[in-house]
């Protein structure tokens, strides 16, 4: 059986189909568990989709390429859990389509950066990193806070989302403009609606400190404040 | 490529060709004349390579490796990250216990009498400062334009423990409902002054510390629409956080331009709270550390 191998490696369709066996098992063994991915994701609460203005936040941290130097995953282990909070669970990025995991961590993690620090600091920040963190070698993104955010096709991309699982609703997707106005402006006039949709705890404010225009700044930030603030903790841990 | 297969076939044949100047047979390859003589790899290869085959068994029994159609094989050591993560804490807080008993019983001003438990809780809050406050208030807690220097005496909200806790604890005009709460109109934004009224008001506001010459027509202003939260000597009211006017220190700047921008804009910084982020120990030992710094009442 051991020399036979001079048999396989002279008879080049024998040896095609062979591999084609072997690396079929090594991918079967991965990829099966993930037709059952309910298996791997816990049940929480207070995990909801983005709305449509935290949407296109997340694109932009996409556009910048910000996962280059951030990654947003809390990894179970002792000094990440005092530094950060608790670990990151597979539901908490159920919803990104990609996920922004990574493991290249020049900045800090942004896992549970939400309420973390203010509206006013994230638009300093952006802004010109050095006026409030002076040793910091993150680049400025001054030019977010004078583009408009991406708004007119929003609804497109949550259709496209909601094809590949995520819940939103159709009137999630036929409000998503006006939705993402009304979460950028501080005396909102559709405060109620938003909120009937997306719950509550949705932050409802002018992030970027220019009631005249709903920016790039306004989405980004609107994206930093929600990560890692949506599933509810206490539950979680009684749960386990 | 033709010829190469005639030549293994019959190489095949023929039996092994054994290379003249080593003794040792070849595989039959041959490359413009250049042939590959089959020596068997070197026996502490092949041993490491089974050990490597017996070492993946043990671990596929032992850890968690195999994926199922219900999640995956637990592995008779039942280890998890999540288990250890467990341990490694309960490891830390059996360590830490000898002082987190004694450290929670005690009311905060009790805790600086005793030496160990004292240096306990600023061990503990210089260390949770520069992972979550330094950002705003500086490595050093000297603040910057915006954020408040937590070294000197100068106080908005209050520098007793008491004061400092709440500030911490439910933050200034945060998202928490506990938060303290005070905002300043926007003077010319909202309408209530004109330019000319703020350039007035601005310019008494500075010579309360010496930094302008005196005006009367701005001290009249401030009689009015300021006094009420500032204090008729501009020395402030921490009731409702409202900042000592008089001094040389200053949030947002003291040229003419910043004040007045102030006035004009409002500013009502916002610090976020850190109940239900941070633990109660830790807002506790960070108490402790901001009250340490030098300006702790």
Redesign the interface.
């Known amino acids: 059986m051991l020399d036979k191998h001079g048999k396989i490696e002279r008879n080049s369709f024998l040896l095609l189909f062979l591999t084609v066996i072997v690396v079929s098992i090594g991918g079967l063994v991965e990829i099966v568990p993930l037709f059952r991915v309910e298996t791997t994701i816990e049940k929480v609460e207070g995990m909801r989709p983005y709305t449509p203005l935290e949407l296109a936040g997340k694109s932009i941290y996409i556009r910048e390429g910000c996962y280059t130097c951030h990654s947003q995953q809390i990894r179970p282990l002792r000094d990440e859990v005092e530094r950060y909070g608790h670990y990151s669970i597979a539901a908490e990025s159920m919803y990104d389509h990609p996920f922004q995991w990574g493991s290249k961590r020049t900045g800090p993690d942004l896992a549970r950066i939400g309420g973390k620090y203010s509206d006013d600091w994230h638009v300093a920040h952006m802004i010109d990193p050095r006026s409030v963190v002076p040793e910091s070698i993150m680049p400025a993104y001054a030019f977010l806070a004078r583009r408009g955010a991406r708004l007119h096709d929003i609804d497109r991309h949550m259709r496209a989302l909601q094809r590949i699982g995520v819940p939103y609703t159709d009137e999630m997707i036929e409000n998503a403009y006006w939705d993402a106005m009304t979460q950028a402006s501080n005396d909102p006039y559709e405060a109620d609606a938003l909120r009937s949709r997306y719950g509550d705890n949705v932050n409802i404010r002018d992030f970027d400190g220019n009631p005249n225009k709903t920016t790039e700044l306004d989405a980004l930030i609107a994206y930093m404040q929600v990560l890692g603030t949506l599933v509810d903790f206490k539950t979680y841990q009684e749960a386990q | 490529m033709k010829k190469k297969t005639d030549k ?1 076939e019959k190489a095949s044949r023929t039996g092994p060709e054994i290379d003249k100047h080593s003794g040792v047979e070849t595989t039959g390859h041959e490359w413009d004349g250049l042939k590959e003589l089959n020596n068997p790899a070197p026996r502490w290869w092949l041993w490491i390579f089974l050990l490597t085959v017996i070492w993946s068994i043990w671990y596929w029994v032992m850890y968690p490796s ?7 094989t637990e592995g008779l050591y039942g280890w998890t ?2 288990k ?2 467990k341990e ?2 309960a490891e ?1 807080l059996q360590r830490q216990q000898a002082y987190l008993e004694a450290f929670r019983a005690m009311p905060l001003d009790g805790i600086a009498e005793h030496e160990e438990l004292y240096r306990f809780a600023l061990a503990g809050g210089a260390s949770a400062f520069k ?2 406050c330094a ?2 208030h500086g490595i050093d807690a000297a603040g ?1 334009s ?2 408040p220097n937590l070294n000197d005496d100068a106080w908005i909200w209050g520098g007793s423990l008491e004061d400092i806790y709440e500030s911490i604890k439910y933050g200034i005009r945060s ?1 928490h409902n506990e938060t303290r709460y005070s905002e300043m109109p926007a003077f010319g934004a909202d309408g209530i002054l004109n330019r000319q009224e703020i350039l007035d008001v601005t310019d008494y506001v500075l010579s309360l510390s010496g930094l302008a010459a005196e005006n009367l027509r701005g001290a009249e202003i401030y009689r009015e629409q300021c006094a009420s939260c500032h204090g008729m000597d501009g020395r402030g009211d921490r009731s409702v956080g409202a900042p000592d006017l008089a001094d040389a220190i200053w949030l947002y700047g003291s040229s003419r331009d910043a004040v007045y921008s102030v006035i004009y804009h409002s500013r009502n ?4 709270h850190w109940d239900g ?1 941070l633990s109660e120990d830790r807002i506790r030992q960070l108490t402790l550390y901001v009250h340490s710094l030098g300006g702790g009442e």
């Open positions: 293994t195999w994926p199922t159609l219900s999640g995956h990250q999540h250890q993560l490694q804490q830390i992972d979550n950002a705003c910057m915006h954020y998202e910084g916002v610090m976020p982020i």
